[in-house]
């Protein structure tokens, strides 16, 4: 097993859990001919070692193994890789009895198939269970798509049109474009009622924050990041700004937008997205590791950076180096279909959950 398996590729990896040897080769046989991909494990703690390496599509487990047996690695999956969360987990079992498969269900199984196995059952049951993680996931990238377009059409500062106006403002998250001067270019719905609902900012005219030092801070983080924009760099800045009311915080993410020419000379943006804690505000890491098929690694980056926090402090906190951040963020473009991390955060921040 060297290579990794790719979500979202044309082939679904099945990881098939077996004691028995040549039972578990004969069904992965019978599941790759049948145009799947599929690896297999001898014990519980076999599986535990190849997911590390893999994340499948869907699970197929015997109970009654030596070690650790089927609900041992159920259980441990459920509290140990919640980033697999959204894998479908199927039960290998000669034990058919109704407390059986009670027992199976309640510990949070998602189908049971009796041995000795039918494999046309098998593999209608897998193809059920994937046709349903396919739909869930083709919804979200349904909308995340629409944000996505609105946003490639942020790239160009004279674009902001009434369509991508539309989908900007049925999200959950605020939207802000501000030029170098921290002029205001553009604010959506959310942005303009958080502001006048939290007093934390003002998007009147040039940005403001609650306090002179916070608006400094906030200007410049803006200004740096629409000069990195015009030279065409990709860069991001993270501030809080405290609710007057409450002291919660809302999170502001101010990542580099280049953009077009204006008046023959190159002009650029800074967009601000602002979360608050109050309401909805990034999806947990185990739910970003089930929507776009993170690893553990990668599903903490992308969390980080919502946060708004620096790849130099992404790399302390899971003391990594800064170098391995920009291999993974890699993937994570790779794994979106983003390419700069305005597209990224955006995307996320726009998952059901973050969405009204």
Same mark, same amino acid.
Request: charged share 30%; hydrophobic share 40%; net charge negative.
């Given at each position: ?10 082939? &679904? ?60 690695? %159920? ?39 009796? =041995?000795?196995?039918? $494999?046309?059952?098998? %593999? ?5 269970? %994937? ?56 604010? &959506?719905? $959310? ?25 400094? =801070? ?59 804690? =109050? ?39 899971? =003391? ?12 994570? $473009? ?23």
């Amino acid at each position: 097993m060297t290579t990794k398996h790719t979500p979202g590729g044309s082939r &679904n990896l099945i990881l098939c859990v077996e004691d028995e040897r040549d039972l578990r080769e004969d069904i992965i046989e019978e599941l790759r001919s049948s145009g799947h991909d599929a690896i297999g494990a001898g014990t519980g703690r076999e599986a535990l070692d190849a997911l590390e390496a893999v994340r499948p599509d869907l699970i197929l487990c015997d109970i009654s193994m030596p070690e650790m047996n089927g609900y041992d690695l %159920l259980e441990t999956m459920r509290k140990e890789r919640t980033d697999l969360g959204d894998v479908p987990f199927v039960f290998l079992t000669a034990l058919d009895e109704r407390d059986e498969v009670i027992s199976g269900k309640r510990a949070g199984v998602d189908d049971y198939l009796v =041995k000795p196995i039918d $494999f046309d059952l098998m %593999l209608a049951s897998i193809e059920a269970r %994937l046709a349903q993680t396919r739909r869930v996931r083709t919804l979200h990238r349904r909308d995340a798509d629409a944000v996505q377009e609105a946003f490639r059409h942020l790239v160009d500062q004279e674009r902001v049109t009434e369509g991508t106006t539309d989908v900007l403002n049925i999200l959950g998250f605020g939207v802000v474009l501000a030029d170098a001067h921290g002029d205001v270019v553009f604010a &959506n719905a $959310f942005a303009r009622t958080l502001s006048a609902e939290t007093e934390a900012f003002s998007l009147h005219g040039r940005l403001r924050a609650g306090t002179p030092e916070l608006s400094r =801070k906030l200007r410049t983080h803006v200004a740096e990041v629409a000069d990195a924009a015009r030279r065409g760099e990709d860069i991001m800045r993270g501030l809080a700004l405290p609710r007057p009311d409450d002291g919660e915080e809302l999170i502001l993410v101010i990542c580099a937008l280049p953009g077009g020419r204006k008046d023959d000379a190159p002009s650029s943006l800074a967009a601000i997205l602002i979360s608050d804690s =109050k309401r909805r505000s990034a999806p947990p890491e185990h739910m970003l590791a089930s929507l776009f098929g993170l690893t553990p690694t990668e599903a903490q980056i992308a969390h980080g950076l919502v946060s708004g926090q620096r790849s130099a402090d992404i790399a302390r906190r899971l =003391k990594i180096s800064q170098t391995t951040v920009a291999f993974h963020l890699r993937n994570l $473009f790779e794994k979106t279909g983003t390419r700069r991390q305005v597209d990224l955060v955006a995307l996320i921040l726009s998952t059901p959950v973050a969405v009204r």
